[in-house]
């Protein structure tokens, strides 16, 4: 997360207001209100400090031996960089107003996350050749180089990675959009994009079903609160549209974000688990490791998939504390492959678990893990979303969780009462982890009718169609927000 007001590395979007209606409602000028009191806010703040500087300058320094004219060259940086910040907050400002009554055309912007590879990758693979046929174009938003280069392969819609790239030819089809895929907080390096879609109607993707308390339950106190997380917090709705895997979950995600709709159409990167992946499919997968394990499955071993998600305090170190080597070794004498997916947050403490593991194999960080997933045959991880996702090859899930008190304690709280019976069994030390996979039982069949309960409350759709219902659901929008029966 990073400050509002600061060219930040990520920017999160200003809340979105949708058009279609020659006649603005309460809700949606209130939402107007707001964001715009919010900003204002925000440039008042960054008038102050700018203001509080140039006071600094101008006031009488005491009696010294000489000035420091080192000093005074950081107190002009510091000064010059407050104005630019103004200015930025400004511009934003009155883009926020224009792309809320700029004309919208019949175009879609999906917007990257840090990685190619979850809700966003797949409904813009599967919404491509729809546009084609409607007459729609869909722009990608990068957020990486990588992304910028994968879209630009295939001869897609793509905005530039840097802003400063930006033609006015790109500046008006951000203006035009008539809506906005995320599945995440939209966060994006170019300062002004958030700004330039504050206009679009939203539809939110979100980035798996969680057991954590995110969104607007994930708070912190007053004292800890600062701009940059109260500004995350803002990003929490409203949408037009929130996408669920189920009906029934509905009430769930209204405790975490803000919307207009519920959509329980099932998440497009799911299809992929359903169906043999397709070139476009394997676009920032490790290949690598997909074909390893394909083979290995191929000949009879079983393949293992270590996925948990990261921590916020002792972050990585965690892992190197779990007992993890223990694990790879006996799984390494078995004939089984071990591959293990480090949270993109812990990444870089890879150089150092594989010397503890040799014989495991590493996803390479910020790849599409899901084409892999489908080539595993027991999945581990602890309270990441993707226990939910693998109930859909309805496999062995083992819970792992060596520092539950201590994750509940000073990481996250749990929302675990969703989990009135767990998909597998759960160990708390790798020993115990390690007794379960001995187990004759390790192919799970004891816990099979509890997945398929557990399948059946959390998914309305097991068809591997999701991305073709967004199609229509994105359509739906594009009608509403120009106004068409």
Same mark, same amino acid.
């Given at each position: 997360?990073?400050? $509002? ?5 990520? !920017? &999160?979007?200003?809340?979105? %207001? ?72 400004? +511009? ?38 729809? +546009? ?10 990068? $957020? ?5 280069? +994968? ?19 790109? %500046? ?19 300062? *002004? ?17 969680? &057991?954590?308390? &995110? ?14 997380? +109260? ?22 995600? @209204? ?9 329980? &159409?099932? *998440?497009? /990167?799911?299809?992929?688990?359903? /169906? ?13 490791? *997909? ?5 290995? @499955?191929?000949?009879?071993? /079983?393949? !293992? ?27 390494? @004498? ?152």
């Amino acid at each position: 997360m990073h400050a $509002q007001l600061q060219p930040p590395d990520v !920017v &999160i979007s200003e809340r979105p %207001v949708h058009p279609g209606s020659d006649t603005l409602t309460m809700p949606g000028l209130l939402t107007r209100i707001e964001a715009t009191e919010a900003l204002g806010d925000q440039i008042s703040q960054a008038i102050d400090q700018l203001v509080d500087a140039v006071l600094n300058l101008q006031q009488p320094a005491a009696p010294a031996p000489a000035a420091d004219p080192n000093a005074l060259v950081a107190l002009e940086r510091r000064m010059l960089a407050l104005e630019q910040q103004v200015n930025l907050a400004q +511009a934003c400002q009155e883009l926020t107003r224009t792309a809320q009554f700029h004309p919208k055309e019949r175009s879609v912007v999906f917007v990257g996350t840090t990685y190619f590879g979850c809700n966003v990758k797949y409904a813009w693979l599967a919404f491509r050749e729809r +546009a084609r046929q409607e007459g729609i174009t869909a722009w990608f938003l990068p $957020q990486t180089q990588q992304q910028e280069q +994968a879209i630009t392969s295939l001869g897609e819609a793509c905005f530039p990675l840097n802003h400063n790239d930006w033609s006015t030819a790109h %500046v008006h089809a951000a203006l035009s959009a008539a809506v906005v895929v995320t599945c995440d907080h939209l966060l994006n390096p170019n300062p *002004y994009a958030a700004a330039l879609l504050a206009g679009a109607r939203h539809v939110q993707l979100w980035h798996g079903i969680s &057991i954590k308390e &995110i969104g607007l339950r994930n708070l912190a106190p007053l004292r800890q609160m600062s701009a940059r997380f +109260a500004r995350v917090l803002s990003t929490c709705g409203p949408f037009t549209r929130l996408v669920g895997t189920s009906a029934a979950q509905e009430v769930e995600w @209204r405790r975490w974000f803000g919307f207009e709709q519920y959509a329980p &159409i099932g *998440y497009p /990167r799911n299809d992929v688990l359903l /169906r043999d992946p397709d070139a476009a499919d394997l676009l920032n997968v490790d290949v690598e490791i *997909y074909q390893l394990a394909r083979q290995t @499955r191929a000949a009879g071993q /079983r393949v !293992v998939l270590y996925a948990p998600t990261f921590r916020d305090a002792r972050r990585g170190t965690w892992l190197l504390e779990s007992g993890l080597e223990q694990l790879a070794q006996s799984l390494a @004498r078995r004939g089984d492959l071990l591959i293990v997916n480090v949270h993109p947050v812990e990444s870089p403490l890879i150089p150092q678990l594989a010397i503890a593991m040799p014989s495991a194999r590493f996803v390479t960080p910020r790849t599409d893990l899901y084409p892999v997933m489908r080539e595993t045959s027991l999945l581990i991880t602890d309270y990441s979303s993707v226990m939910f996702d693998y109930l859909l090859l309805d496999r062995p899930i083992v819970l792992f969780r060596p520092d539950h008190q201590d994750y509940i304690t000073r990481s996250r709280q749990l929302f675990d009462a969703k989990l009135d019976e767990h998909p597998g069994p759960m160990a708390t030390s790798v020993q115990a982890l390690l007794d379960v996979l001995r187990q004759p039982d390790a192919q799970g069949r004891t816990y099979a009718p509890t997945r398929a309960a557990m399948r059946q409350r959390l998914f309305d759709h097991t068809d591997g169609r999701a991305g073709e219902r967004l199609g229509q659901l994105l359509l739906e929008e594009l009608d509403s927000a120009l106004c068409q029966p």
